[in-house]
C-alpha cells in the first residue's frame, strides 16, 4: 500500500431524496488520481458496494443513484414485496430500505423514470466513468439484489418478467479489461490515456478474492469476515452449503466465478461507531487497554445486546441496549467489542462455519473483538492477516492475478475467561427481553 485517499460519506439530496453523490465522488477521483500522474499507473480497478444501482440515458447519468438507506414509500414496499421472487429462487432476504436494489428499480419505475436507460452496478458505474464503456458485473448483479438467481447463473424471474434484464449493460467478468482511461480523464488528471479500466467488483467479494490469495484459505473449507461498515461473513463450503434462514439477514452472495456464497452480516462496523465515536476500537495504542477492562466486565456481567441498526443482523427485531453498562469510556468501547463477537459468532454458525475463519478489514486490529471471537469458537482455527489483505488487495489481485503478498497469516490467541458462560448469559437475557 502505497498511499490511500479518503472522502467522508455524505448523501446528495434531491428534492428530499437521499441519493448517492455521484458527482462530487466523481471531482474527489479525479483530484486524488491526479496526484498519481508522475507514476507508471497501468490499470484502474473499481470496487463499490453492493446496493447500489445508476442509470444512464443519452451518454450521461440519467439521475441521481439512490442511497440505500433511503426509507421508500409504504406503499411502494408493499408493492414491490408482492412481485419479488422468494428468498428460495434469489438467496436475497427481503431487507430494509433499498438494500435489494430491486426495490430501488421498483420506485424508479413507478415514477416512469426507468424508459430509455442502461442501468449498471454501482462499481461499474466507476467503471463507465473512468473509461466511458458500460457493463454489468455478477458480483454486484448477485447482491442481494433481487435481480440475480444464483443457481441459474441469470437474472431472476422478476427481473425477466419487468424487463429490467434488457436494460442492464452487457455482462462481463469482474477481471475484464473494458476500456482505458477516457481522453478528457487523462487530460484532467495527468495519467496516461493507455491505462486500462477494469470492470471491477462488489466490496465483499474484492476481500474474499483478497482472502482466497492464501493457500490455507483458497484451498479448504474456509470462511472470511469481511469486517467495515458491514461485517459480512463469506463461507466457500466443501460440499452441500446449509439451508440459510431468510429472516436473519442470511444470503447468498455470488463471487468471481459466479459460485454461490453463503453468507451472513450484520451493521458492525456502524455499531461500533455508535459506542466507540471517532476513537474507535482499533488503534494500536489502545488494545492494552481494551483488553485489561474485559475481566471486569465478565466479572459484572456488563453487556451490550442487539440490535443497533435496526432491521440488520441475526436479530433483526430486538432493540438494542445495554445491560451494566460500564461507567467509562473504555470499559464501553471493550464491551462493544465483545458485542461485535457475540453477534458474529451467531452469524458464523447460521451459515455452518467451521476449521478456519480469516478476519479482514478494519478490525482484524480490534484485539478483543477478534480474540474473543477465537474463545468463542475454539474448534475453529481463527487467522488475521498481518500486513494489507483487504478489499484494495483483492482488486489488485484482478489487475495481477500472479502478485504474491508479503503478508502473513496469525492464528489469533483466544481471550482468556470464560466466554462460553458470558455468551450464554448473553444469550439468555436476550431471549428473555426479545
Not at 174 to 193: F, M, Y
Not at 274 to 279: F, M, Q, S, T
Request: charged share 20%; hydrophobic share 50%.
Amino acid at each position: 500500500m502505497l498511499d490511500r485517499q479518503v472522502r467522508p460519506n455524505a448523501p446528495l439530496m434531491v428534492d428530499g431524496v437521499r441519493c448517492l453523490d455521484a458527482p462530487g465522488i466523481g471531482t474527489w477521483l479525479t483530484t486524488a488520481l491526479r496526484a498519481w500522474a508522475a507514476h507508471p499507473v497501468e490499470a484502474i480497478v473499481p470496487v463499490g458496494h453492493g446496493a447500489g444501482v445508476a442509470a444512464l440515458r443519452g451518454g450521461q447519468l440519467a439521475f441521481a443513484p439512490l442511497d440505500y438507506e433511503e426509507e421508500i414509500p409504504d406503499e411502494i414496499t408493499a408493492g414491490y414485496r408482492a412481485a419479488r421472487d422468494p428468498f428460495s429462487v434469489t438467496g436475497s432476504p427481503a431487507l430494509p430500505h433499498g438494500l435489494n436494489f430491486g426495490a430501488q428499480l421498483w420506485w424508479l419505475q413507478q415514477q416512469g423514470l426507468l424508459d430509455r436507460v442502461t442501468l449498471l452496478p454501482w462499481a461499474q458505474y466507476w467503471a463507465w466513468f473512468l473509461s466511458g464503456v458500460a457493463v454489468s458485473e455478477v458480483t454486484s448483479l448477485g447482491c442481494h439484489s433481487d435481480v440475480w438467481d444464483p443457481a441459474a447463473s441469470t437474472f431472476s424471474p422478476m427481473a425477466l418478467r419487468l424487463g429490467w434484464d434488457t436494460k442492464f449493460a452487457p455482462l462481463v467478468r469482474a477481471g475484464d479489461v473494458v476500456g482505458t482511461l477516457r481522453p478528457e480523464l487523462a487530460a484532467a488528471t495527468g495519467l496516461s490515456s493507455a491505462v486500462r479500466v477494469l470492470a471491477g467488483l462488489h466490496d465483499s467479494n474484492a476481500a474474499l478474492h483478497a482472502a482466497r490469495g492464501f493457500a490455507d484459505v483458497a484451498g479448504s473449507e474456509a470462511t472470511v469476515l469481511s469486517t467495515g461498515t458491514w461485517f459480512i461473513a463469506m463461507r466457500r463450503p466443501q460440499g452441500e452449503a446449509p439451508l440459510l434462514p431468510e429472516g436473519r439477514d442470511c444470503l447468498v452472495n455470488v463471487d468471481l466465478e459466479g459460485r454461490a456464497v453463503p453468507s451472513a452480516r450484520f451493521m458492525g462496523g456502524r455499531e461500533l461507531e455508535r459506542i466507540a465515536g471517532d476513537v474507535g476500537v482499533d488503534a494500536a495504542g489502545d488494545q492494552a487497554a481494551l483488553l485489561a477492562a474485559v475481566p471486569g466486565l465478565l466479572r459484572a456481567g456488563a453487556m451490550l445486546l442487539p440490535t443497533l441498526a435496526p432491521g440488520c443482523g441475526p436479530f433483526p427485531n430486538h432493540a438494542g441496549c445495554w445491560v451494566d453498562e460500564p461507567e467509562d469510556a473504555t470499559g464501553r468501547r471493550a464491551a462493544a467489542c465483545l458485542y461485535a463477537a457475540l453477534v458474529a459468532d451467531c452469524a458464523l454458525d447460521l451459515i455452518g462455519a467451521r476449521e478456519t475463519l480469516l478476519i479482514e478489514g478494519r478490525f482484524a486490529a480490534a484485539e478483543v473483538f477478534v480474540r474473543a471471537l477465537a474463545a468463542l469458537r475454539p474448534e475453529t482455527r481463527v487467522l488475521v492477516a498481518d500486513g494489507e489483505s483487504d478489499v484494495s488487495f483483492g482488486a489488485l489481485r484482478l489487475a495481477q492475478p500472479a502478485i504474491v503478498r508479503d503478508a502473513a497469516l496469525r492464528q489469533v490467541e483466544p481471550l482468556a475467561g470464560d466466554l462460553a458462560a458470558y455468551r450464554k448469559d448473553w444469550r439468555s437475557v436476550l431471549e428473555t427481553t426479545a
